[in-house]
């Protein structure tokens, strides 16, 4: 166990692990909103160019991360049902509403693909916990899009509506499902070892994107 997560434990003894989630990943959060192609996603003059160069790195992280929580689910008996959450289906709609070719994007490292594992349910729910957090930044984010593009639900803005109205019930689903973790310290520890990484891993292809010079879409 890392020295950090267990002061965190022992200083806040008998807390959720969302709770835990939460105060771990705070900064990483907070990076991630500065990053470049985040940061002005919320403002009138966000460049339509890294709108969709946004739209098609998600679709690489999500599809690795769907790929990922899908086989873990696949392999065992798990009280959680992520068929009715996927993501990808959503940004394929809006690369489409863009007529951006799927097959002709760039794909990720290889560095980035093996970064990510989820063999414990643990792992899962840490992946889980960043995965369906992103929907809550997207009800804001729609709108301000709604607003400064008049993108909607089949024009563009399908990935961040997300669930719509309904949000807050799965968020509080999932988060119901990741208390059931709550008294177990390992996977606890494994659910906020996860949780950073996969932030980590938004960070890093979303930097990879930019330094590579792969925003070409227009
Ligand atoms: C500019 C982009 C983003 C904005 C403006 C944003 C905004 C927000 C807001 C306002 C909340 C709180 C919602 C509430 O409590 O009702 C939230 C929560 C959250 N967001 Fe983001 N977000 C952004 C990007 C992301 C991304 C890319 C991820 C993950 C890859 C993410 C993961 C999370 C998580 C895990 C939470 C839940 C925190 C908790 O436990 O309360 N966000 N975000």
Redesign the pocket.
């Known amino acids: 166990m890392t020295s950090s997560f267990k002061s965190s434990q022992d200083k806040n003894k008998g807390l959720t692990l969302?709770?835990l989630?939460?105060d771990a990943?705070?900064h990483h959060?907070l990076q991630?909103?500065r990053?470049l192609l985040?940061?002005g996603?919320?403002q009138p003059n966000y460049p339509l160019s890294h709108y969709q160069t946004l739209l098609c790195t998600y679709y690489q992280l999500y599809a690795l991360l769907e790929g990922r929580i899908n086989l873990f689910l696949k392999g065992h008996l798990v009280a959680f049902n992520y068929s009715e959450r996927s993501k990808l289906s959503w940004l394929i709609k809006d690369l489409d509403f863009f007529q951006i070719d799927i097959l002709a994007l760039h794909t990720l490292s290889q560095t980035a693909t093996d970064f990510l594992k989820i063999e414990t349910i643990g792992q899962l729910v840490g992946v889980l916990?960043?995965?369906?957090?992103?929907t809550?930044?997207?009800?804001?984010?729609s709108q301000v899009l709604a607003k400064n593009y008049s993108f909607r639900h089949d024009a563009g803005s399908c990935f961040f509506i997300g669930y719509g109205e309904k949000t807050?019930t799965f968020?509080q689903q999932f988060i119901a499902f990741s208390d059931t973790l709550s008294g177990d310290k390992h996977e606890c520890q494994a659910a906020v070892e996860a949780?950073g990484q996969?932030?980590q891993l938004?960070n890093q292809v979303l930097d990879d994107v930019v330094h590579q010079n792969y925003m070409t879409v227009s």
């Open positions: 969302r709770t989630l939460r990943t705070h959060h991630l909103n990053h985040l940061a996603l919320t916990y960043v995965v369906e957090g992103s809550l930044g997207g009800q804001m984010i807050m968020w949780a996969t932030f938004f």
